[in-house]
């Protein structure tokens, strides 16, 4: 059965590995060295395969995990949104449950991205 959905990622640096390219090509923008992973288009999502290939992909050669995850953002053709955010022992999955109507974007919980004179990534926790 499966769901047709979108899928973009925090920026990460990280060299993903030849296999992953191989396998998520044909569906996924994946960075060299610095970058978000993003779908290309549309793609089915049958179950939790490509978020443990993420997680394999991320921490399969021992890199231990920091306390932060590497965030992911699905949305899905039925306009629900689902954070899949991995860790090297576990993938945890989270929905709203409801939205706050603002002005516009507010960015209000975040580190500083939306402010050129911020730095983010030097105030930004390291993922892996």
Known sequence: MGFRSTLVSADISHE???WFREVYDNKL???VKWGALSSKCEFKIYEDSIFKDI???LYGDGK???NYPFRIVVLHECDGITVADIYADRIAYSEPSRLIIQPF???D???GCSKPE???IAIRPSII
Do not use: E, F, G
């Open 16 to 18: 993903w590995p030849a």
């Open 105 to 107: 974007i507010t960015h």
């Open 118 to 120: 911020v730095d983010r």
């Open 29 to 31: 923008n994946i960075p």
């Open 64 to 66: 231990p995990s920091s």
């Open 55 to 57: 997680q394999k992909a």
């Open 109 to 111: 919980y975040c580190y």
